[in-house]
């Protein structure tokens, strides 16, 4: 089973910008979706950004414009890339995949995903 590990968190103050990876330790060329979720203390996880094989990608509201998801299958790893930062931006982030294919947006179904992370923590001051 491939193991996913995050790294590019960090503290960086409003309006800057982070970028975000997430390493598997196997090959993601037959992973139908990858994603980035989020959970802020007291709140929810929230699926933020995904991408599936054909590199089609889905970003939630709050995000667009500002965050691009990214996937480079030759080195089994996943970018978020994030700029204009908020402060309401700041939560643990997590990759995730799915050997599931969703022909529909957002491509990963919170409860049927196959791997995690151990997340990153992003703070954004103001």
């Known amino acids: 089973q491939v193991q996913l590990v995050e790294s590019g968190g960090g503290l960086v103050q409003a309006g800057g910008s982070l970028r975000l990876s997430c390493a598997a330790s196997?090959?993601?060329?037959?992973?139908?979706?990858m994603g980035w979720y989020r959970q802020a203390p007291g709140k929810e996880r929230e699926l933020v950004a995904a991408?599936?094989?054909?590199?089609?990608?889905y970003s939630a509201d709050s995000v667009k414009g500002r965050f691009t998801i990214s996937r480079d299958d030759a080195k089994n790893t996943l970018y978020l890339q994030m700029d204009s930062l908020k402060p309401e931006d700041t939560a643990m982030y997590y990759c995730?995949?799915?050997?599931?294919?969703?022909?529909?947006?957002?491509?990963?179904?919170?409860?049927?995903?196959?791997?995690w992370g151990q997340g990153t923590l992003v703070t954004v001051s103001s």
């Open positions: 196997g090959s993601i060329f037959s992973v139908n979706a």
């Open positions: 995730a995949l799915t050997y599931t294919y969703n022909s529909d947006p957002p491509f990963l179904e919170s409860n049927a995903l196959d791997a």
């Open positions: 991408i599936t094989s054909r590199g089609i990608t």
